[in-house]
């Protein structure tokens, strides 16, 4: 009764359709079906051919049936398609396989898991497409167990060294975080295609593994013949971006042109947010403005990172651009837009925005959005607000740590010990940055004078074994990286870096500074030894030597692993001006653009 009732529903919506033409389809063959099945591209004519097959008699045909639900499938009406599966008799390998893929491109992987067991256990043996189709399943669900699972039936069945069942499994490893398991299939891959090395260039990028990534695109470049897709050249250009290789970055761009991609939505932004993220935001609006009709993604990779680089008021126009032009901001929009009112000091305007967001876009603010919040408030002093707003949202125990991280960040810079040992507490709990922890409670402690807490802390470190992460910077220059440990000088031209460094610093001394009196050095210790530990920040070594190593006139660019000090900060304004030179400083919080004695961050950081 069921299986009938739905023909009569396809029919009923069909006949409604069709035209004289139509009532000749008794002399319309198998062929003829199939070639209007491919042209269709609406629901209405896909149902009047329907129904044209159904008085035909041909709905009882597999291979006419096959084509009907893909048919269904590519045009998304998956619920209509999974009705025609379930009336046929015997569905094989094509009817099985179509239908995980409705289900996947419908945002449903896990039916489409279900699916393949089920074909599994009525005898339908899977073939290349089934094995690339399900592995893209655990690829969305990031499900590695079952994604192993699959890779042993693709060995059973034989597929191992299939090129698109490769490149599938290469993906999939490298989605669920398993970029050695990504490796070794593509390592083992007797043939590759752009696909292929697409998938593992975006494995090495998406898991922190820039370098990797770089090296298989220049292997890449060496070995095939192919030309790199949009995909490919995006995750290159994001590692760039990551690692802050300028020199690189630029090389994909012109990489980029020479393959006509430079107006690719996801290309254009990724350009954007490298520039930015290598201190050339100049370069960010160059790209940016080339673009005729820039995306949300565009816009907000360019509110981003203006925002980083501290223009927050640049960065509202661009959103205020950006709603004039009828573009529906995202929830990272929202983040961009709020990091640039906390940067920028403009608290009053950030909460607006905050309330904006579902008042006028219906966008649920989320962890991300109250750090931002948080941040603004305790960057301007208003802690008090701040700590109620942190104790009053609930957050998921990813969003947990950033949020009290932040707190604890904003409660050592205004002396707050009271609300820096709850933003402790709550990290130290979750068990998630507790180095950072530690060493900010101590350095808050030791601000307030309070000794014998600092102490307390040190002695707890060492008996649970926790160790501060060491400071690390690094210089790019000539396409070559040099990284620096803060207290360690034992490297290529450490010798020259030293003196520089004491001949910096009697010249700031004249000028009247006096060194380590704001840095962060973890314990009370005498001040000659106060300065002699600030003075071998890695910043500064990273600093001296592109001074000795980079031409005057050019920008030496500095990334850092930690949030720069203050001391150094300082230290890097007075320098500038004293050789007449800009520096920029990507640190973990934001860039730092120093020239003439004075920073891009009007010292509010």
Known sequence: ?????????????????????????????????????????????????????????????????????????????????????????????????????????????????????????????????????????????????????????????????????????????????????????????????????????????????????????????YQSRDRPNQHMLASVINACASLGRLVSGKVAHGVVVRSGSEFNDVVASALVDMYAKCGCVNYSEKVFNRISNPSVVTYTSMIVGAAKYGLGRFSLDLFNDMISRGIKPNDVTFVGVLHACSHSGLVDEGIQHLDSMYQNYRIIPDAKHYTCVVDMLGRTGRLGEAYKLAKSIQVDPDGGPPLWGTLLSASRLHGRVDIA?????????????????????SNTYALAGEWENVHSLRSEMKRTGIHKEPGCSWVEIRDQTYAFYAGNALFERGSEVLSLLRELERKMKERGYVGGKTGLVFVDVEDEAREEIVGLHSERLALAFGLISIPKGITIRIMKNLRMCRDCHDVFKLISDIVERDFVVRDVNRFHHFRNGSCSCGDFW
């Open 1 to 221: 009764m069921k299986k009938s009732l739905t023909r009569n529903l396809i029919f009923t919506l069909a006949a409604s359709s069709l035209t004289r033409q139509n009532k000749r389809s008794s002399c319309h063959t198998k062929a003829y079906f199939i070639q209007q099945l491919q042209e269709c591209k609406h629901f209405i004519s896909l149902a009047s051919v329907h129904s044209e097959i159904l008085k035909s008699g041909f709905l009882s045909n597999t291979f006419t049936l096959n084509h009907l639900i893909n048919c269904y499938v590519r045009l998304k009406k998956t619920r209509v398609a999974r009705q025609l599966f379930d009336e046929m008799l015997e569905p094989n390998v094509v009817s099985y396989t179509s239908l995980m893929a409705g289900y996947i491109n419908m945002g449903q992987p896990q039916i489409a898991l279900l699916l393949f067991q089920k074909m599994l256990r009525n005898l339908v043996w899977p073939n290349e497409f089934t094995f690339a189709t399900v592995s893209k399943a655990c690829s969305m669900l990031a499900n590695l167990i079952t994604g192993k699972q699959i890779h042993t039936h693709i060995e059973t069945f034989g597929f191992q060294y299939n090129l698109v069942v490769c490149s599938s499994l290469v993906d999939m490893y490298g989605k669920c975080n398993d970029v050695d398991g990504a490796r070794r299939v593509f390592d083992l891959m007797g043939c590759r295609n752009v696909v292929s090395w697409t998938s593992i260039i975006v494995a090495h990028a998406q898991n922190a593994q820039g370098h990797e990534a770089l090296e298989m695109f220049r292997e890449f470049n």
């Open 421 to 441: 040992v709850e933003a402790s507490n709550q990290l130290i709990e979750s068990n998630q940055q507790v180095a950072n922890a530690y060493v900010t409670l």
